[in-house]
């Protein structure tokens, strides 16, 4: 969040400086207000209060200005100047309040309304509003105080608002990058990537290696689903490379290009310059998995499970994992350990089934199938698996009814299977004729 910085008064004189943030546009000429004329020695209260101020000793220009308060309540230059004071010393109750005084005596003083406005911005923008468009209406050429409407528009959730002002702000000055940002990214959250591109691009022109503007444009181009986003990245990160979750778009788009050593060069690069998290520890087993690098999957999964021995999914996938590498006494082992954790997860329980059935126990097999059609209807392969149970478990009338089942699911969609299933219930058929 950048530092807001305030406008404030010289004695007897209303300076109309509206650089309140940090970076503001330039060019932006001043128009100095009418002098009130005060008593001696009163004057001298108000220039004793400007050299504190000018040194930096806000402290110390309270008294004076109050001393003026006392003699001149209705003096509105005064509040204000004391409402800066107490805003430098983060006093911002006791500032609102004068600058409120301020406004109550003088309703075209445009620096107050605009002072109030930003004290208000952070902490309660809708209140900010009216202020903050009372400013707008006093500087009708300047371009900050546009601005800072459009943000307590945006903070209060009135983007349509929001997108006017940041628009007309962009009228009157269309070379600032700051406020091209602001609009691109309210475009981008109403759902127009388009026109959020262009004002990133414009806001890059002004500014190249301007971070939320490059970031802006990596996102609306990823929104559009435009292969450049990939690139967009990737010159954001070369000016925030600390940015784990962009550079997990990277990882993804890479990804999805089936470009694996580039995902795992980007991976290295992330997990080399901070601490290896869980995500990307997930992110570069997905990578070795499309490789089919399997012990390597493994071994990442179970280095992410050192770091979160409670993620469920961790131990599941390190399950999966080692069921397609024959390994079933370790994948039950895993599987047991994500159930653990979420007994009611069917894929769980479904992996579980396939090792227990791959192993050769049957019966447990069986039971894990009961537990998953507890919480879904069995489909054809369910039912296919329970009758190879059944039929090698010597049950014949559970399978013939189970390899049934199956055809009459499948439609002819697994051809194999419903050969199979079709001998097999020839075969079962005779056995129980030859029973009777």
């Not at 509003?129 to 371009?143: F, G």
């Amino acid at each position: 969040m950048m530092a807001l910085r305030f406008t404030f008064l010289r004695a007897g004189l209303l300076l109309a400086a509206i650089s309140v943030f940090a970076g503001a546009a330039q060019g932006q000429t001043p128009a100095p207000a009418k002098t009130q004329k005060v008593p001696n020695p009163l004057n001298d209260l108000l220039d004793e209060a400007q050299a504190d101020i000018n040194k930096n000793d806000f402290e110390g220009a309270i008294a004076p200005l109050r001393k003026f308060l006392a003699e001149k309540p209705d003096v509105a230059y005064a509040h204000f100047q004391l409402g800066y004071v107490f805003t430098a010393l983060k006093r911002f109750d006791e500032a609102r309040g004068e600058y409120e005084k301020a406004i109550a005596r003088d309703p075209k003083m445009a620096e107050a309304q605009l002072n109030l406005g930003i004290l208000l911005l952070e902490k309660n923008p809708a209140a900010a509003i009216a202020p903050l468009q009372k400013a707008e209406e006093l500087l009708p050429s300047q371009s900050r105080a546009r601005f800072l409407l459009g943000l307590a528009q945006e903070r209060s959730g009135d983007l349509t608002a929001a997108v006017d002002s940041f628009e007309g702000a962009s009228r009157l000055d269309p070379k600032d990058p700051e406020i091209l940002v602001h609009l691109g990214a309210i475009y981008l959250r109403n759902g127009q990537p388009a026109k959020a591109e262009e004002q990133f691009r414009r806001a890059l022109e002004l500014q190249p290696q301007s971070p939320a503007a490059l970031q802006g444009l990596a996102q609306s181009l990823e929104a559009q689903k435009k292969p450049e986003a990939a690139k967009a990245y990737r010159q954001y990160l070369a000016v925030q490379p600390g940015d784990q979750g962009a550079r997990a778009h990277v990882i993804h788009e890479l990804m999805d290009q089936q470009q694996y050593d580039a995902a795992l060069a980007e991976l290295d690069t992330a997990m080399t310059s901070a601490a290896p998290t869980v995500e990307f520890l997930k992110l570069r087993a997905d990578v070795l998995i499309s490789q089919k690098k399997y012990n390597e999957a493994a071994a990442t999964l179970i280095q992410a499970i050192a770091l979160a021995p409670t993620d469920a999914q961790l131990h599941g996938g390190l399950g999966r994992i080692y069921l397609g590498m024959k390994d079933y006494s370790a994948a039950e082992k895993e599987l047991k350990a994500a159930l653990q954790l979420e007994r009611n997860n069917t894929v769980y329980w479904k992996d579980l089934s396939t090792t227990y059935y791959l192993a050769g126990n049957y019966p447990a097999t069986l039971t894990a199938l009961d537990v998953v059609a507890k919480g879904e209807t069995p489909m054809a392969g369910t039912w296919f698996l329970r009758a190879l149970c059944y039929d090698k478990l010597g049950q014949a009338q559970p399978a013939l009814e189970a390899y049934r089942h199956f055809l009459e699911l499948d439609q002819d969609r697994n051809p194999d299977q419903v050969w199979q299933a079709t001998q097999r219930i020839h075969v079962l058929e005779k056995m129980a004729d030859k029973k009777k």
